[in-house]
Each structure stands twice: as structure tokens, then as C-alpha cells.
């Protein structure tokens, strides 16, 4: 079983600012079926990223996904008010824990 | 455009069994290669999946969960559906259901989701 480990937990940022956050895999994975998903309060996920840097339809170039193996990332270039929200990673049936990205 | 909606009691009593749907519309259940789970969120915790299927009937389960759970989909009502058996207050949570596209060794992505519907178990 693969487990998926988020971090940080918590990212404390201000609009404007980078967002680096990290998934790690106990083992080996295949980047085809690394996905992330952003979720506001009160909302369902939504699907960001697919194939670990594949964005999905309709999402800013802004958000962008990459890594292979064990380790993959999700980069938000420049934080907009928006983009403060909990983010998963996930592999098949797997999902991460979580990092919640929140307002400095 | 495919969208998805959960329906169900939002009130279960300990040891009973939850039910659920998940109603399709904008498109068929049937068409494309896609897996339709249902996915759970206790409150201010993470997702946890509970389980999937095809349309043709072909189930797969969480194996912390698969004792209790069953999925099946009705293609003539567009409708897929969970029922969790004996449940305890470990099972209140924010359930959705996802349309996840079918790749050759499972689930790539969960494309659409559901609203979400918020299942408490009490007495």
C-alpha cells in the first residue's frame, strides 16, 4: 500500500509570494497517476493537476506540477487572494494528507 | 456538461446501514472509460477513498472499509449508489462521489466531483 505524504502541513504566505509544497511516496510511483486538487471551505476538491504537470481544464498557468518517483511538487507562482485553500496530492486510490496554504 | 449530485439521509442511526446515490446528468454513466467512486471526508480531516465501480459492475473497495461496503450503479436511472453497513459515529463525514478517468492500473484522476453530502451518524 502507498502511502502519500504532504508538506508542509500548514504554509504561511502572503499574494504575491511562491507556494512550494511536496508530496512524497513510500515508494516508486508513476507519474501518470500523481494528480493535486485544491479545496476551499465548504467546497468539494477540485482537480488541479493531473499526470504529476498536466494542468487540468480551466486552470491558471499560474499553478504548475512536476517530480517523478517519490517526490513530486506543486508550485503556485504568484499567490492570488483565490489560491488559499487546503491541497491534496494523489495516486490511484491514495491521497495525501494535505497542506493547507493560508494568508501571512 | 457531466455533473454530479449525492443524495440520501443525512441522519443514520448507530448500526444501521448509510445509503447513498449519485445521480449523473449532462451525459451517460455509460459512455467513456471512467470509474465512479465514492469518496469521504470526516470533518476538518482529509479525503479518504472508499470505493469504485465500473459500469460493468466491476467493484473495487478500500480494504479498511470492505467488510461494509457496498457500490452499484444503475445505468437505466444514470445513478450509482453506496451503502455502508453498520455504521458508528466513525463514519460521519462529508461523502462525495467522483468520476475518475480509467487508466490501465486504476484511477488517474478525479475529474468531477459531486457537492458533497454531509451523512452524521446518531442516535
Known amino acids: 500500500e502507498i502511502v502519500l505524504t504532504q508538506s508542509p502541513g500548514t504554509l504561511s504566505l502572503s499574494p504575491g509570494e511562491r507556494a512550494t509544497l511536496s508530496c512524497r511516496a513510500s515508494?516508486?510511483?508513476?507519474?501518470?497517476?500523481l494528480a493535486w486538487y485544491q479545496q476551499k471551505p465548504g467546497q468539494a476538491p477540485r482537480l488541479l493537476i493531473y499526470g504529476a504537470s498536466s494542468r487540468a481544464t480551466g486552470i491558471p498557468d499560474r499553478f504548475s506540477g512536476s517530480g517523478s518517483g517519490t517526490d513530486f511538487t506543486l508550485t503556485i507562482s504568484r499567490l492570488e487572494p483565490e489560491d488559499f485553500a487546503v491541497y491534496y496530492c494523489?495516486?490511484?486510490?491514495?491521497f495525501g494528507g494535505g497542506t493547507k496554504v493560508e494568508i501571512k | 456538461q457531466v455533473q454530479l449530485q449525492e443524495s440520501g439521509p443525512g441522519l443514520v442511526k448507530p448500526s444501521q446501514t448509510l445509503s447513498l446515490t449519485c445521480t449523473v446528468s449532462g451525459g451517460s454513466i455509460s459512455s467513456g472509460s471512467y470509474y465512479w467512486s465514492w469518496i469521504r471526508q470526516p470533518a476538518g480531516k482529509g479525503l479518504e477513498w472508499i470505493g469504485r465501480?465500473?459500469?460493468?459492475?466491476?467493484?473495487n473497495y478500500n480494504p479498511s472499509l470492505k467488510s461494509r461496503v457496498t457500490i452499484s450503479v444503475d445505468t437505466s436511472k444514470n445513478q450509482f449508489s453506496l451503502k455502508l453497513s453498520s455504521v458508528t459515529a466513525a463514519d460521519t463525514a462529508v461523502y462525495y462521489c467522483?468520476?475518475?478517468?480509467?487508466?490501465?492500473?486504476?484511477?488517474?484522476?478525479?475529474?468531477?466531483w459531486g457537492q458533497g453530502t454531509m451523512v452524521t451518524v446518531s442516535s
Open positions: 494523489q495516486h490511484l486510490w491514495a
Open positions: 515508494q516508486s510511483v508513476s507519474s501518470s497517476y
Open positions: 465501480i465500473y459500469t460493468s459492475g466491476s467493484t
Open positions: 467522483a468520476r475518475g478517468e480509467m487508466a490501465t492500473i486504476g484511477v488517474r484522476a478525479f475529474d468531477i
